[in-house]
Each structure stands twice: as structure tokens, then as C-alpha cells.
T-cell receptor, first 115, second 116 residues
């Protein structure tokens, strides 16, 4: 149980375009979802926390107008990277939990490459 | 923000050897978690610790929640080639009412290489 999926697993886009990444909890209702970014050989850095039906809370230094997060249902959250640039190239990972303090289950990640 | 210091950064060991890694923090955590990440994948939870002093095992893995709430260690006994990967500690702070609050802070990771 507690499976989280992400789609797509890999995406390559041109600079200036927008990319949407989906995060789904397959067998539980995810009240809270988290979005992380991981650069090569580095740790996971939390970008934002989203609770179903409300606005996401962004970490300091993360531009909310650039990284749009929508958590419209208990099983789906989306991250849209708007006007992507090469420096946005990274591994984006979501996690989901059934409550704010409950165990987070991680998705397999999405490798974004911006040319 | 909160930071976790994880060490060592990397380890190169022979199959069959035991491994130990640890994390320390300048602040208290309510929950300590240990994850393993393989290349191109998301982290997978290995062990979760909820009480100071708690010692928990999962097969060949053993982890402890430090009594001060500011540190944790992970031991892997009799390592095998499939133990290769990056191991991360993560701390979850105390929220209102003493329960854990969702945000995780991750350590820098320990890269484990096991030679057959």
C-alpha cells in the first residue's frame, strides 16, 4: 500500500515553455502533498507544501508564480514550472501523506531538462 | 532554517562489512526517518523513529533516535551489493500539541558503495 506515482518520469522542453508534473496517491487519500527539488549529488530541498483545497505554502526563496501548485483532489497534485529555463533543470519529487504529521510516501520523481 | 549534518558523505566498503552513519541537528526533532534513494528514483522509507531513545530494526538495518532528540544513527549489518545507494536521514519537527509537523528536513546524504 501507500503508492505514489508521478507523471511524466522524464521531460525535455525548450526554454520559455511551461511543464506540468502530476503527483498521484494511488491507494490512499493524500490530505497533504509536498514538492521537492533535488539537484545532482545533493539532498532534497522542500519547495512547497499543499493541502487539498487550499493554496500551497512555499518555502523561502521559491517563486510561487513560477512554480504553480494545484491540489484539487485528495489524490492529485500538480506542479507547473512556468517559463522554464535551463537552471530549472532538476529532479522533482513529490510526497504524499494522509495527514500533516503522518508518514510521507515519495513518488519516483520527474527528471526535467530544459534546453 | 533547520539543518541536519549527516556523516560520512560517502563510504566504500567490502561486501559483508557493517556500516554506520549518523545525523545530528542543532534543534530538536519529534520524528527521525531514514530513507534510501537509488539513482533516478524517489526515496524509500527504511525506518521511522518516534520516541527519544527508541531503537528499531528492519532486517539488517537498525536505527536509533538519540536521547537528546538531536541525533540519530543507522547501522547496516553484513552489507550486500544491493545496499548500494544514497541514504538520507530526515527530521520532522514537533508541531502544536506535541505531534509531528509535516515538513521534513533532509540530511546531505551518505553515498554507499559495496564492493563484492
Amino acid at each position: 500500500g501507500a503508492v505514489v506515482s508521478q507523471h511524466p518520469s522524464r521531460v525535455i522542453c525548450k526554454s520559455g515553455t511551461s511543464v506540468k508534473i502530476e503527483c498521484r496517491s494511488l491507494d490512499f487519500q493524500a490530505t497533504t502533498m509536498f514538492w521537492y527539488r533535488q539537484f545532482p549529488k545533493q539532498s532534497l530541498m522542500l519547495m512547497a507544501t499543499s493541502n487539498e483545497g487550499s493554496k500551497a505554502t512555499y518555502e523561502q526563496g521559491v517563486e510561487k508564480d513560477k512554480f504553480l501548485i494545484n491540489h484539487a483532489s485528495l489524490t492529485l497534485s500538480t506542479l507547473t514550472v512556468t517559463s522554464a529555463h535551463p537552471e530549472d533543470s532538476s529532479f522533482y519529487i513529490c510526497s504524499a501523506s494522509s495527514g500533516g504529521g503522518d508518514t510521507q510516501y515519495f513518488g519516483p520523481g520527474t527528471r526535467l531538462t530544459v534546453l | 532554517g533547520q539543518q541536519l549534518n549527516q556523516s560520512p558523505q560517502s563510504m566504500f566498503i567490502q561486501e559483508g562489512e557493517d556500516v554506520s552513519m549518523n545525523c545530528t541537528s542543532s534543534s530538536i526533532f519529534n520524528t527521525w526517518l531514514w530513507y534510501k534513494q537509488e539513482p533516478g528514483e524517489g526515496p524509500v522509507l527504511l525506518i521511522a523513529l518516534y520516541k527519544a531513545g527508541e531503537l528499531t530494526s528492519n532486517g539488517r538495518l537498525t536505527a536509533q533516535f538519540g536521547i537528546t532528540r538531536k541525533d540519530s544513527f543507522l547501522n547496516i549489518s553484513a552489507s550486500i551489493p544491493s545496499d548500494v545507494g544514497i541514504y538520507f536521514c530526515a527530521g520532522q519537527p514537533r508541531g502544536a500539541g506535541g505531534t509531528s509537523y509535516g515538513k521534513l528536513t533532509f540530511g546531505q546524504g551518505t553515498i554507499l558503495t559495496v564492493h563484492p
